[in-house]
Nanobody, 123 residues
Framework: QVQLVESGGGLVQAGGSLTLSCAASGRTFSGYGVGWFRQAPGQERDFVAAINWSAASTFYADPVKGRFTIFRDNAKNTVTLQMNSLKPEDTAVYYC????????????????WGQGTQVTVSS
Protein backbone atom coordinates (compact mmCIF):
# COMPACT_ATOMS: atom_id res chain seq x y z
CA GLN A 1 0.00 0.00 0.00
CA VAL A 2 1.07 3.54 -0.76
CA GLN A 3 -0.51 6.50 0.98
CA LEU A 4 -0.41 9.82 -0.82
CA VAL A 5 -0.96 13.28 0.65
CA GLU A 6 -1.15 16.42 -1.48
CA SER A 7 -0.37 19.89 -0.20
CA GLY A 8 0.28 23.36 -1.51
CA GLY A 9 -3.08 24.30 -2.93
CA GLY A 10 -4.68 27.67 -2.34
CA LEU A 11 -6.01 30.84 -3.86
CA VAL A 12 -3.88 32.74 -6.35
CA GLN A 13 -4.46 35.49 -8.89
CA ALA A 14 -4.24 34.79 -12.60
CA GLY A 15 -0.63 34.87 -13.72
CA GLY A 16 0.61 33.69 -10.36
CA SER A 17 2.29 30.46 -9.29
CA LEU A 18 1.67 27.60 -6.92
CA THR A 19 3.73 24.59 -5.97
CA LEU A 20 1.90 21.37 -5.23
CA SER A 21 3.59 18.56 -3.39
CA CYS A 22 2.68 14.89 -3.19
CA ALA A 23 4.20 13.02 -0.27
CA ALA A 24 4.17 9.24 -0.19
CA SER A 25 4.37 6.85 2.70
CA GLY A 26 3.84 3.16 3.30
CA ARG A 27 6.14 1.72 0.67
CA THR A 28 9.12 2.87 -1.27
CA PHE A 29 8.03 5.43 -3.80
CA SER A 30 10.95 5.19 -6.12
CA GLY A 31 9.59 2.37 -8.29
CA TYR A 32 6.27 4.06 -9.01
CA GLY A 33 5.11 6.25 -11.81
CA VAL A 34 3.29 9.30 -10.49
CA GLY A 35 0.67 11.43 -12.12
CA TRP A 36 -1.27 14.58 -11.34
CA PHE A 37 -4.91 14.88 -12.30
CA ARG A 38 -7.45 17.62 -11.72
CA GLN A 39 -11.18 17.81 -11.42
CA ALA A 40 -13.27 20.93 -11.73
CA PRO A 41 -16.87 20.98 -10.43
CA GLY A 42 -19.17 18.98 -12.65
CA GLN A 43 -16.34 17.76 -14.86
CA GLU A 44 -14.31 14.63 -15.35
CA ARG A 45 -11.01 14.08 -13.60
CA ASP A 46 -8.45 14.99 -16.24
CA PHE A 47 -4.80 14.18 -16.68
CA VAL A 48 -2.37 17.01 -15.99
CA ALA A 49 1.17 15.62 -15.82
CA ALA A 50 3.10 12.44 -15.08
CA ILE A 51 6.63 11.34 -14.34
CA ASN A 52 8.13 7.88 -14.54
CA TRP A 53 9.94 6.21 -11.69
CA SER A 54 13.41 7.43 -12.69
CA ALA A 55 12.30 10.92 -13.74
CA ALA A 56 13.72 10.20 -17.18
CA SER A 57 10.31 10.74 -18.79
CA THR A 58 7.65 13.35 -18.17
CA PHE A 59 4.30 13.89 -19.83
CA TYR A 60 1.98 16.89 -19.89
CA ALA A 61 -1.52 17.63 -21.00
CA ASP A 62 -1.67 20.20 -23.77
CA PRO A 63 -3.39 22.91 -21.68
CA VAL A 64 -0.49 22.99 -19.20
CA LYS A 65 2.52 22.48 -21.44
CA GLY A 66 5.08 25.20 -20.97
CA ARG A 67 3.45 26.37 -17.71
CA PHE A 68 3.61 23.35 -15.40
CA THR A 69 6.63 21.26 -14.47
CA ILE A 70 6.62 17.91 -12.70
CA PHE A 71 9.66 16.59 -10.89
CA ARG A 72 10.42 14.15 -8.11
CA ASP A 73 12.82 13.46 -5.27
CA ASN A 74 12.82 9.73 -4.57
CA ALA A 75 15.05 10.16 -1.53
CA LYS A 76 12.35 12.33 0.04
CA ASN A 77 9.42 10.34 -1.38
CA THR A 78 7.92 13.43 -2.96
CA VAL A 79 6.66 14.53 -6.36
CA THR A 80 6.19 18.22 -7.04
CA LEU A 81 4.04 20.03 -9.57
CA GLN A 82 5.26 23.56 -10.18
CA MET A 83 2.47 25.63 -11.72
CA ASN A 84 3.28 28.98 -13.31
CA SER A 85 1.25 31.48 -15.30
CA LEU A 86 -1.93 30.17 -13.75
CA LYS A 87 -5.24 30.81 -15.42
CA PRO A 88 -8.79 30.77 -14.04
CA GLU A 89 -9.43 27.59 -16.02
CA ASP A 90 -6.77 25.85 -13.93
CA THR A 91 -9.15 26.03 -10.97
CA ALA A 92 -9.83 22.50 -9.76
CA VAL A 93 -9.08 19.94 -7.10
CA TYR A 94 -5.67 18.48 -7.90
CA TYR A 95 -4.94 14.83 -7.14
CA CYS A 96 -1.72 12.89 -7.24
CA UNK A 97 -1.74 9.22 -8.07
CA UNK A 98 0.81 6.42 -8.12
CA UNK A 99 1.20 3.41 -10.36
CA UNK A 100 3.54 0.46 -9.83
CA UNK A 101 3.54 -0.17 -13.58
CA UNK A 102 4.00 3.03 -15.51
CA UNK A 103 3.37 6.77 -15.59
CA UNK A 104 0.29 6.82 -17.79
CA UNK A 105 -2.19 9.48 -18.81
CA UNK A 106 -5.35 7.54 -17.92
CA UNK A 107 -6.99 7.36 -14.52
CA UNK A 108 -7.37 3.59 -14.64
CA UNK A 109 -3.61 3.14 -14.86
CA UNK A 110 -3.18 4.36 -11.29
CA UNK A 111 -3.76 2.26 -8.20
CA UNK A 112 -3.28 4.80 -5.43
CA TRP A 113 -4.77 8.24 -5.03
CA GLY A 114 -4.48 11.11 -2.62
CA GLN A 115 -7.40 13.10 -1.22
CA GLY A 116 -6.75 16.15 -3.37
CA THR A 117 -5.89 19.78 -2.81
CA GLN A 118 -7.95 22.74 -3.99
CA VAL A 119 -6.43 25.23 -6.40
CA THR A 120 -8.41 28.38 -7.11
CA VAL A 121 -7.23 30.96 -9.64
CA SER A 122 -9.03 34.30 -9.58
CA SER A 123 -9.27 36.53 -12.63
Amino acid sequence: QVQLVESGGGLVQAGGSLTLSCAASGRTFSGYGVGWFRQAPGQERDFVAAINWSAASTFYADPVKGRFTIFRDNAKNTVTLQMNSLKPEDTAVYYCAASPQRAGVRRWEYSYWGQGTQVTVSS
